[in-house]
Nanobody, 117 residues
Framework: QVQLVESGGGLVQLGGSLRLSCTASRRIFSTYAMGWYRQAPGKQRELVARISSGGSTRYADSVKGRFTISRDYAKNTVYLQMNSLKPEDTAVYCC???????????WGQGTQVTVSS
């Protein structure tokens, strides 16, 4: 079992920045892909950014060049640095972990990000 705890959400103005953190309860990065998803009211959940167990990254087109996913092995923590935030980035952001091969999947509880114009 893996627990994921997110933090770092909040209210920010247009053009501002936030850094989200997701801390895992044990060391998993070498065998799990980590991702950040978001869901806005009335919309489907979408993948924002993902980092594989090997370190390769992937981003939604809407956040490329503005968001960066990274991880700190020593802290068991994955980060999502969000810059140049827009009102359309407003959503609940959730951390996700999927084991290599897909046998196990875990979700965090989510953190609210609100961007005001």
């Amino acid at each position: 079992q893996v627990q994921l705890v997110e933090s770092g959400g909040g209210l920010v103005q247009l053009g501002g920045s936030l850094r989200l953190s997701c801390t895992a309860s044990r060391r998993i990065f070498s065998t799990y892909a980590m991702g950040w998803y978001r869901q806005a009211p009335g919309k489907q959940r979408e993948l924002v950014a993902r980092i594989s167990s090997g370190g390769s990254t992937r981003y939604a087109d809407s956040v490329k060049g503005r968001f960066t996913i990274s991880r700190d092995y020593a802290k068991n923590t994955v980060y999502l640095q969000m810059n140049s935030l827009k009102p359309e980035d407003t959503a609940v952001y959730c951390c996700n972990a999927v084991s290599v091969g897909g046998g196990f999947e875990y979700w965090g509880q989510g953190t609210q990000v609100t961007v005001s114009s």
